[in-house]
């Protein structure tokens, strides 16, 4: 008798030159168990090292983009399991990461609840496109946990005193909220948050790739450099950048 085969716990979709990468749990709410952060972290390398691919697009399956990490994973995660805990801190951190690290531009299209780990990889993306039923927070606190791993990125794209409230409180925005915010690009209805952020990609896939990758890398570069230094990396890049028209010759 043939064992029913498993649902994977990530789909990965390619539509020309994008890729879409799809966390598929929709049961748990696309919850970030250490399978589904593996799976993630595996496409998004494998994505990266394409030639292939020139932009990816990270959305969820069902009703929810990521409800953050799986709480059922805790009762193992304990002091007296300690290098578990570390992996999966470690396997976290990489990922969430990852994100700006990757050559290839990325951007999120979220649905519905988008919290803890979940919103940290929803704005973790360069761009995110948020459907009009977004549910985005940090409510770890009110479960005694602490957003360690999504603090860094929150308080670069809000500042300090809008951060703080965010993780403090524990209150959810919605979608034009978080537009406002700048946390979001674009807000349309669910159903057309995926098309909307392929649109995006496409267009980043026809850019050049290699003028793309040197994009992306300064941009991130320069927010955390001193002005000067901030100015002389532009102006190296200034100067590579004339090989990139060669490309196209």
């Known amino acids: 008798m043939k064992q029913p085969k498993e649902t994977p716990v990530l789909t990965i979709e390619s539509r020309g030159p994008v890729r879409i ?10 919850a970030l168990d250490t399978t589904l952060t593996q799976a993630l972290h595996d496409a998004l390398e494998a994505a990266d090292g394409d030639a292939g691919v020139r932009a990816i697009v990270l959305t969820g399956a069902g009703r929810a983009f990521c409800a953050g990490a799986d709480l059922s994973e805790f009762k193992h995660l304990t002091p007296a399991n300690q290098d578990a805990v570390e992996r999966r801190a470690d396997l976290t951190c990489r990922t969430q990461a990852m994100l700006q690290k990757l050559s290839k531009p990325i951007i999120s299209a979220v649905c519905g609840v988008a919290v803890g780990g979940g ?17 985005f927070g940090y409510p770890e606190l ?11 990125g929150l308080q670069r794209s809000l500042g300090r005193k809008a951060a703080f409230e965010m993780i403090s ?3 959810l925005i919605g979608a034009e909220e978080a537009l406002k915010l700048g946390l979001a690009n674009r807000v349309v209805e669910p159903d057309h948050v995926v098309e909307a952020a392929v649109a995006i990609a496409e267009q980043w ?13 300064l941009y991130y570069q320069v927010a955390d450099l001193p002005y000067d230094e901030a100015m002389a990396a532009g102006r190296d890049v200034n100067a590579r950048m004339r090989a990139f028209r060669d490309d196209e010759a």
Request: hydrophobic share 50%; charged share 15%.
């Open 21 to 30: 990468v799809v966390l598929n749990r929709p049961g748990k709410l696309n």
């Open 142 to 152: 009110k479960h005694s946990i602490v957003p360690a791993l999504v603090m860094t």
């Open 119 to 135: 919103a940290g990889l929803a704005i973790g993306c360069d761009m995110m496109v948020a459907g009009t039923d977004l549910k």
């Open 205 to 217: 896939a026809a850019a050049n790739p290699r003028a793309m990758a040197a994009v992306k890398s």
């Open 169 to 171: 409180l524990g209150r």
